[in-house]
């Protein structure tokens, strides 16, 4: 009963255990799978080349058991996930079997393309000590400041509760989604090529390290 007292207060409507609070609307929440490159979407060390790009489907299918991963060699997995533009992540569900395969932790990392196990050492931005949730009800929320401007996502689940292999059905991805705001790039390149001789010049420099 105590345990449930950590909703921070911003709007309430979107605090744990409310997986029955107007699904529709949810449903839209998690709706950042849309704008995965999901071509570009890799999962290192899945027994079956291409299965981790399963996992990311649509909330209404997100019980589904016919589409999953599975590690190979050992319990951890590594997704790296590119978005076709710039988003702000606030929080994740990730689901599995009600068993020792489903993921234990989690711990997520941002704009490093490419990224291997060797890179996993590093510290993540944000780590999760994850509960078996087989009917995706639980949503991990993320600390939104170090996740608002995401190009490239990683998810490293470095194991599971004991079991050989790890298994995930769904991974949910909830936030908001922006274009590649090039926009910007414009607006900056365009005051820093403004007229060489006006003396404003080096108050505009800085601006431009700033944005890239």
Same mark, same amino acid.
């Given at each position: 009963?105590?345990?449930?007292?950590?909703?921070?207060?911003?709007?309430?409507?979107?605090?744990?255990?409310?997986?029955?609070?107007?699904?529709? @609307? +949810?449903?839209?929440?998690?709706?950042?799978?849309?704008?995965?490159?999901?071509?570009?979407?890799?999962?290192?060390?899945?027994?079956?080349?291409?299965?981790?790009?399963?996992?990311?489907?649509?909330?209404?299918?997100?019980?589904?058991?016919?589409?999953?991963?599975?590690?190979?060699?050992? @319990?951890?997995?590594?997704?790296?996930?590119?978005?076709?533009?710039?988003?702000?992540?606030?929080?994740?569900?990730? !689901?599995?079997?009600?068993?020792?395969?489903?993921?234990?932790?989690?711990?997520?990392?941002?704009?490093?393309?490419?990224?291997?196990?060797?890179?996993t050492s590093r510290e993540p931005e944000q780590a999760f000590r994850l509960n078996r949730d087989a009917?995706?009800?639980?949503?991990?929320?993320?600390?939104?400041? +170090?996740? !608002?401007?995401?190009?490239?996502?990683?998810?490293?689940?470095?194991?599971?509760?004991?079991?050989?292999?790890? +298994?995930?059905?769904?991974?949910?991805?909830?936030?908001?989604?922006?274009?590649?705001? +090039?926009?910007?790039?414009?607006?900056?390149?365009?005051?820093?090529?403004?007229?060489?001789?006006?003396h404003k010049v080096e108050t505009i420099t800085p601006q431009t390290h700033f944005i890239s």
């Open positions: 009963m105590s345990g449930h007292g950590h909703g921070h207060g911003h709007g309430g409507g979107h605090g744990c255990c409310e997986a029955e609070h107007e699904p529709a @609307e +949810r449903g839209l929440e998690y709706g950042l799978y849309r704008h995965i490159d999901i071509e570009k979407l890799q999962c290192l060390n899945e027994s079956r080349d291409g299965d981790g790009k399963l996992v990311f489907k649509p909330w209404d299918q997100r019980t589904d058991r016919e589409k999953f991963v599975e590690s190979d060699a050992d @319990e951890e997995l590594l997704f790296n996930i590119p978005f076709t533009g710039s988003v702000k992540l606030k929080g994740i569900i990730i !689901s599995g079997e009600d068993d020792e395969s489903h993921p234990a932790e989690m711990r997520l990392y941002k704009n490093i393309p490419q990224m291997s196990f060797d890179d009917l995706a009800e639980l949503e991990y929320p993320t600390k939104i400041a +170090r996740f !608002s401007n995401v190009n490239h996502l990683s998810i490293h689940i470095p194991r599971n509760f004991g079991a050989d292999s790890t +298994r995930v059905y769904y991974i949910g991805l909830r936030g908001q989604y922006a274009e590649a705001h +090039r926009h910007e790039v414009t607006i900056c390149n365009y005051e820093a090529a403004a007229n060489p001789a006006d």
